[in-house]
């Protein structure tokens, strides 16, 4: 009604922009990963200590040499990190079937961003090469033609200049595929700049007025 205002006493509605913020400042959004070079013990007091900061967040920990975060594996060899793809077996489930009611373009950028994932998060063209072999073969089993995917896969190497990287598993253009697409700002970084340019803009006129 007209004249009420409602205060939240715990939490927030998932549609208010000031919940989304609070959630980041928090960083308990699903799974955070960190590396340290304390002692596991003085890392468990640390995180015992955390957990205890507000009883309404919970928080579970696992303290290993490779984990599983978000779509990648994650293993520490000697402090050097190595990432690969992970694929969620429950995800596939979720893979567009070739003969649903979808336009081609729409499988075709599946293959695409599936590449450009596994080129940006692989450390290696080996890890690559499989992260790539099996993504064809879940589109395989969801109804893919071999040459549609093929055809497509090719686009990708020939967009970047890297053909090698799929016919020789060359591992110097891989890295420097690998550095390209890696440190490339994405759409979301290209829209954050714009709208952050604005503002200056804005606020460059209402300092002259």
């Known amino acids: ?25 928090y960083i308990y959004i699903d799974d955070v990963f960190m590396t340290t070079n304390l002692s596991k013990g003085d890392i468990l007091k ?15 920990t696992t303290i290993s040499q490779s984990l ?3 779509d990648v594996t994650i293993d520490n060899n000697d402090g050097h990190l190595k990432i690969s793809i992970y694929h969620k077996s429950a995800s596939e489930l979720y893979i567009l079937p070739y003969e649903s009611d979808h336009p081609r373009h729409v499988h075709a950028n599946l293959i695409y961003t599936a590449l450009l994932r596994a080129a940006r998060n692989c450390s290696n063209v080996e890890d690559f ?3 790539r072999l099996s993504t064809e073969m879940i589109l395989l089993v969801k109804g893919c033609p071999p040459k549609f995917i093929q055809h497509h896969i090719k686009e990708f190497f ?9 016919t020789e598993l060359n591992s110097e253009v891989y890295q420097q595929l690998h550095n390209m697409l890696l440190y490339r700002p994405t759409k979301r970084d290209n829209k954050t700049q714009i709208s952050s340019l604005g503002q200056l803009i804005r606020k460059t006129k209402n300092e002259k007025l």
């Open 1 to 25: 009604s007209k004249g009420w205002q409602v205060t939240p006493i715990k939490g927030g509605a998932m549609d208010s922009p000031l919940t989304m913020v609070l959630a980041n400042i």
């Open 46 to 60: 640390e995180l015992d200590e955390a957990i205890k900061t507000d009883s309404n967040v919970k928080i579970s």
């Open 68 to 70: 599983e975060y978000l």
């Open 129 to 131: 090469h499989m992260g």
């Open 158 to 166: 020939v967009k970047y200049v890297s053909m090698s990287v799929w």
